[in-house]
Nanobody
Framework: QVHLVESGGGLVQAGSSLRLSCAASGHTFSWYGMGWFRQAPGKEREFVAGISRSEDTRYADSAKGRFTVSRDNAKNTVYLQMNSLKPDDTAVYYC?????????????????WGQGTQVTVSS
């Protein structure tokens, strides 16, 4: 079992930045592809960003140019740097892991999930 814990969420004003962290434990972190998803009230959980074992990255259109996903295998941690935040970014953000070579963009392909961290962006 892989245990994931997100942190770094909070309440910020539009245009500001946040960095989310996801700490992993239980297995060899470098073997896993990692993803970030978010879910707003009344909406489906949607893909935000992903990073593979080899650090290939993928982004949702809404995240391109504003968000950056990275990983530090020595610290068993994946990050999501979020800049130029908008009110539409308000959601619970989840970290996910899958034992895979590829970068996955669908939630059903991930095996392990964190508890989520709330991001609220005010006008």
């Amino acid at each position: 079992q892989v245990h994931l814990v997100e942190s770094g969420g909070g309440l910020v004003q539009a245009g500001s930045s946040l960095r989310l962290s996801c700490a992993a434990s239980g297995h060899t972190f470098s073997w896993y592809g990692m993803g970030w998803f978010r879910q707003a009230p009344g909406k489906e959980r949607e893909f935000v960003a992903g990073i593979s074992r080899s650090e290939d990255t993928r982004y949702a259109d809404s995240a391109k140019g504003r968000f950056t996903v990275s990983r530090d295998n020595a610290k068993n941690t994946v990050y999501l740097q979020m800049n130029s935040l908008k009110p539409d970014d308000t959601a619970v953000y989840y970290c996910a892991a899958v034992h895979s070579i590829a970068t996955h963009i669908t939630a059903s392909e991930y095996e392990y999930w964190g508890q989520g961290t709330q991001v609220t962006v005010s006008s």
